[in-house]
């Protein structure tokens, strides 16, 4: 069993950090305070690839396997989170299911454009009466000769407002037996499909999240990604590999806020010596170093699995439940070591503890987590 980065897994790492202390660092205050998202710096993402990390070179991506899709998106989340979830849920959720259960025609059409970042993809979900329960969801479509009309509402659209692809999920009527869920690909210049403002968000705030809804959308039927009755299929595989993003997000955050802490248990000084120098904070220190390391080996080894072509259902699940719960801990107990000023906007740190709360959140809720986790324990 090999634990270590390949040479090549190192440089990407490398470079990626590189670039994210250089653009991403500084731009996540803006973002944060600004809640607006820097389209010139995805548009240079784009010419360096994050947008189809994992897309083959033939339809415009970078090619590379999940271990280090992962490794990009810790690097970026470790300084800013709001860009990690873009490229996180682009890649993961959007440009990814495209390549699994899309055409020949559906690549030439939107994964080309998505993996050269020519277009910001979404997946669209969740409705007002079906979080949790996506099984529940309400958006239909009525085939009409060679068109689909769409009708419904989606809500919590992350990139919402700055995409051009969307991944919309109904189900198609007559849908007598309640399964017959379908995927549509709606590009944000179809008529009927409107955008509503972004969400003022606790944390992630430079991503434009928002609801989209769909008012007779109209849409050829070459846009049904998959086939009919394949929605809900195409929506289990697609977060098992998308948990691992987000497990890889959670995960950068929380070694982002190890990081900054460390530096800052060594600068600042109370009753004359350094405050890393009491046991209280060296165990906050160390039990923080733990989760992160433990959070690490999980989402290598499901991303590792997914490599592979095993299953990883629980273990993406795993990963993304532990991974987040340390997210959370790490950056509260970063605060604590802050003192009053890790309350305040002057260190990045109150910043990473609003952005880590969501990552138990989205993409399942732990409590979901903990029941896909527990299926699969049972199965075994
Ligand atoms: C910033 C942000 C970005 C998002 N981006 C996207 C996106 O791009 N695409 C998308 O489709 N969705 C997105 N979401 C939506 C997210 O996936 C949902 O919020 C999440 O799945 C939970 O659904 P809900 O909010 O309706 O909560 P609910 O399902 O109403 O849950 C409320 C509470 O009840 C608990 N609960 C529910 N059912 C059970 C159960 N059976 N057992 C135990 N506890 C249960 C939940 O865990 C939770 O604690 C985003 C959300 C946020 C906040």
Do not use: W
Not at 251 to 279: C, M, N, T, W
Not at 328 to 345: A, C, R
């Amino acid at each position: 069993m090999r634990l270590e980065p390949s040479m090549k897994q190192a440089v990407i790492r490398r470079t990626v950090r590189k670039y994210s202390e250089q653009r991403l660092a500084p731009a996540a205050v803006e973002m944060d305070r600004t809640a607006e998202f820097p389209l010139d710096i995805a548009g240079e993402m784009a010419a360096l690839q994050f947008f189809g990390i994992e897309i083959p070179s033939t339809y415009g991506g970078a090619g590379l396997e999940t271990v280090s899709y992962a490794m990009v998106i810790e690097e970026i989340s470790k300084v800013n989170a709001a860009m990690g979830l873009c490229v996180a849920v682009h890649n993961g959720v959007a440009a990814s299911p495209m390549h699994m259960f899309g055409n020949e025609e559906q690549f030439q059409r939107f994964l080309i454009p998505l993996a050269s970042g020519r277009a910001i993809g979404t997946f669209c979900l969740t409705e007002p009466n079906a979080g949790s329960d996506a099984s529940s969801l309400e958006t239909a479509a009525v085939r009409e000769g060679d068109e689909y009309i769409l009708n419904g509402n989606k809500v919590f659209v992350t990139n919402g407002g700055v995409s051009g692809i969307n991944l919309i999920f109904g189900r198609v009527l007559p849908d007598h037996k309640g399964k017959n869920f379908a995927v549509f690909i709606v590009e944000s210049h179809r008529k009927g499909l409107e955008k509503g403002p972004s969400e003022d968000l606790m944390g992630m705030r430079g991503n434009p999240v928002c609801p989209i809804s769909l008012n007779d959308c109209r849409i050829p039927v070459e846009n049904l990604l998959g086939g009919e009755g394949e929605g809900l299929k195409i929506a289990l595989s697609t977060l098992n590999g998308g948990r691992i993003g987000i497990a890889a997000q959670a995960l950068g955050i929380a070694q982002g806020a190890l990081d900054v802490s460390i530096r800052y248990a060594k600068e600042r000084h109370q009753f004359g010596r350094p405050i890393s120098g009491f046991g209280a904070i060296q165990g906050f220190l160390a039990d923080m170093g733990t989760r992160v390391e433990a959070a690490r080996l999980l989402v290598y080894r499901a991303s590792d699995l997914r490599d592979k072509g095993l299953d990883h259902a629980s273990e993406s699940a795993m990963a993304k439940l532990f991974a987040s719960e340390a997210a959370v801990e790490v950056t509260k107990l970063g605060v604590q070591i802050h003192g009053g000023y890790g309350y305040t906007k002057a260190y990045p740190i109150e910043r990473f503890y609003r952005d880590a709360k969501v990552c138990e959140i989205y993409e399942g809720t732990s409590e979901v987590q903990r029941m896909i986790i527990a299926r699969g324990l049972m199965k075994r």
